[in-house]
């Protein structure tokens, strides 16, 4: 992972905590996911909420050159990662707290995940056309919606059984 340089050391620090509790707490995806994260070298980012209109975003870091690295190689999910970023609002850490750096990381985490798997799919789509994924932008809200529910859902959980236990 590659942190965008004008980042906040407190934005950092909140970020690295997110995917600490995030690798702590949720399912085998979402472990999955912030693995990919942290260990390629996708970019995250964090600005204020009236630059990203929204909690977060996520996209293709440069699509041009994307596309192509798309016509050019074969990418796999590793390497197509390196291609997108995700940026965070600041009002999403500041205002949210953890939880809404955490919940905001796995919903924009799942969105990175299906832009990684489009990329490399695509870039094999010569050789392999009928493996070609390309979900809809209904399916992509519906999985990082999903996604980002059940996170929730698990960690809340997980808060509760620790606290029966003290």
Partial sequence: MKFDKDIAK????SIEDA???ILDQG????????????????LVCVYPVSKVNASGITGLRNAFATNL???????????????????IAEETIDTGGQRGCEGTFVHEGRHAFDFAQTVASFSDADVNPL?????TLYELEWEAHVTAGEYMLKSIATSICR????
């Avoid at 407190?10 to 620090?13: E, T, V």
């Fill in 10 to 13: 407190k934005y950092r620090q």
């Fill in 19 to 21: 995917f600490e509790t």
């Fill in 27 to 42: 399912d085998d995806f979402h472990r999955r996911v912030i693995k990919l994260i942290v260990e390629t070298e996708m």
């Fill in 69 to 87: 690295k798309i016509q050019s190689e074969r990418l796999s999910l590793r390497e197509a990662f390196g291609e997108v970023f995700i940026t």
């Fill in 131 to 135: 493996s070609v994924f390309n979900p």
């Fill in 163 to 166: 606290k029966a236990w003290i």
